[in-house]
């Protein structure tokens, strides 16, 4: 697989800046505050234009590798968490893209395929899981005794360094800026038991609404409701209830961007304006989010930066076997579109 070029105007689409911005902070020009020029030599750090430190002690170790080493990747392939996904594919990518860079071989299987009937392991340097990976399928892969990095999932069975989001910080962020703007009954919506990134996230929620003494042990503020294809109508059903008693929210803080927009064409298909009515937000900032009407408000996920920091944090792991596992946390940033305002001052039952 050929690796996508960085650019100035890649970097310049990840931090939201022009690209005449990040061209005079990248050449060391005067003109650029140093918020933003922080901003835009940490993003092209992560995503390769310039050398990270820990890129740089990589490259002083010799890995002593034969040619026909490799690196196995391990993908899920079940509901959204394919190849084919506009958030997975990034992290996938980015890991099979810093591989070759290190001039190392990858192969990459799915959790329905049996690895014993797919692999010869004798030349395996290590395996990178992405994604929820079965307990089944990584005890058998620990077997190998090779390091094993997790991105986005850890297993109490299993020993490993893991590589997240900071989805506790990016979501408690994210509802204090709704608190902000003046919002106090607010609901988080997603399945709680779909993968941890969905848990993480729904405790940042609840940490920022704690901090603001708007919720309390018995109101948990959380429409756990199940991530498959009846989460529409399970919504609705939520949504027909709060219509009942007339005690709606303002604002519904989603537990991804898929989601974000599910909620958004229930509420537009009933007759409900978004911000004027509910303000809605998501995470992961997939590329159809600002494409939406209206562009929705989320988290910015550097999902390159994900897969190369896994890449890295192996090939550490490899000249380090005996240091303890680790756990590392990617950092996120709100990006703020029109479908979140300050919220409505009436009852939108008595306007509808």
Known sequence: M??????????????????????????GKPGVNEATRKKI?????????????????????????????????????????????????VIFNGVLGNLENHGIGAVAISNKNKLSDN????????????G?????????????????????????????????????????????????????????????????????????FRTAMEQNDLISQSETGIMNIEYDEEFESNFISELVDFEKENRFPTGFICANDAIAKMVMDVLINRGYSIPGDFSVTG???????????????????LKEVIGKRAVSKLLWRIKNIDFPSEKIFIASEIIIRPSVDVPRKESIINNR
């Open 283 to 301: 995470f992961d900032n997939l590329n159809m989010s600002s494409k939406l009407n209206p562009p929705l408000t989320s988290v910015q996920v």
């Open 132 to 204: 929820l990976i079965n307990t089944e399928l990584l005890l058998e892969l620990n077997k190998h005794q090779v390091p094993l990095i997790m991105v986005d999932h850890e297993d109490s069975l299993i020993t490993a360094d893991s590589i997240f989001m900071n989805n506790i910080d990016g979501l408690s962020k994210l509802t204090s800026h709704l608190i902000g703007l003046g919002h106090k009954s607010l609901k988080f919506v997603g399945d709680l038991n779909y993968s941890r990134s969905f848990y993480d996230r729904s405790i940042g």
């Open 41 to 89: 030599l940490f993003v092209a750090k992560q995503l390769g234009y310039l050398k990270t430190d820990v890129e740089e002690e990589i490259d002083k170790v010799s890995l002593n590798t034969s040619s026909d080493s490799f690196v196995l990747v391990v993908m899920p392939n079940h509901r959204s968490q394919n190849t084919d996904s506009d958030y997975w594919s």
């Open 2 to 27: 050929k690796n996508r070029k960085v650019t100035m105007q890649l970097i310049a689409d990840r931090v939201g800046y022009s690209k005449y911005v990040v061209s005079k902070t990248l050449n």
């Open 119 to 130: 692999v010869k392991t004798s030349n395996l340097l290590g395996i990178i899981t992405v």
